[in-house]
């Protein structure tokens, strides 16, 4: 039976050889909307058997579609990793969330996002039906951020090329891969301003980024050390600085915990909990202890909401404390 009455509510219950049965409800009471939404659902099963697509097919063409950024691409590559191509009338949403298991919440939502969009464009071309990915639920981000003492005693452990570049950071507020990435044609430095392209922002908007003395100094410092990248290492543009950032902070005795594991005389291997991108809020919290207006906070930091700032409104009690004799009698 294609419709299932229970209570007063019609369920589908569909099979097509080659498929997993479908039993959901359609939320209706009226027959034949119930119908009409079988025969949708039953028509897209068909679609998928014969489309012929794969999950491949479904990323290459969400990445002809338009430019994508290298956080999107890097997103792509982790996840066929841990969940390889396959015909799209293989693949589910649940599947799709326990392969992302292995993940951290933050990171497997952010790699979901990106399936979830190619897997649209592929529902949307009749390949496959639609697929919902369930979301992780994630915990509150802890904010760290670095006093001054502490980046004194980071500073000299950064190698040459990561300290210009951790610096540079802490001048503007940029992400990692938008200094990475930066190169001299998106830098002004007569006018003192670069800016971040659509493409590799996190927001798909451009970025225009006033450069501070200290950021215009650490550029200038760049200049001819190679011709289209402005940070480098060893004469070639910077790809990452995971392995030797982390050995760093753990020399630095920065924010350290164990990794669980021991070394060869019983002794805990420490890692920090420290992330480049704690960089970011420690450029935010200085920037607002020494008197930056949140709203203005939020247009040089490029967040698109202002509650995205308030976590560094702490810091400045300074703006409210004109109020605090209001409420004497």
Known sequence: MALRKRGEIYWLDISVRGR????????????????????????????????????????????????????????????LKIYPNRPVADINGIDIHDALMCKSASNANRIRNTIHAALALATARKWCGEIQIPKREESKPVTRFLVKNEWEVLRHELQPHVLAMATFALATGLRLSNVTQLQWVNVNLEKRFMWVEAKDAKGN???????????????????????????????????????????????????????GKKDING??????????HDLRHTWASWHVM???????????????????????????????????DNSNV
């Open 205 to 259: 908007k451009v970025i225009s980024v006033p450069l501070s003395a200290m950021a215009l100094d650490i550029l200038k410092q760049q200049i001819g050390k190679h011709g289209s990248y402005v940070f480098v290492y060893n004469n070639k543009p910077v790809r990452s600085v995971k392995t030797s950032w982390r050995k760093s902070l753990v020399r630095a005795k920065l924010h350290l915990v164990p990794t």
């Open 267 to 276: 002794k805990d291997i420490m890692k920090s909990a420290f992330r480049w």
């Open 290 to 324: 020494n008197g930056t207006p949140i709203a203005a906070l939020k247009e040089l930091g490029a967040w698109s909401d202002l509650s995205l700032v308030d976590r560094y409104a702490h810091l400045s009690p300074e703006h409210i404390r004109q109020y605090v």
């Open 20 to 79: 997993p049965r479908i039993r959901e409800t359609t939320g209706l009471t009226d027959r034949q909307q119930a119908q009409e939404i079988h025969d949708k659902r039953k028509a897209q099963e068909y679609d998928v058997i014969k489309s012929g697509k794969t999950l491949g097919d479904a990323i290459k063409l969400w990445l002809k579609i338009k430019p994508r950024s290298s956080k999107e691409t890097s997103a792509i590559k982790v996840f």
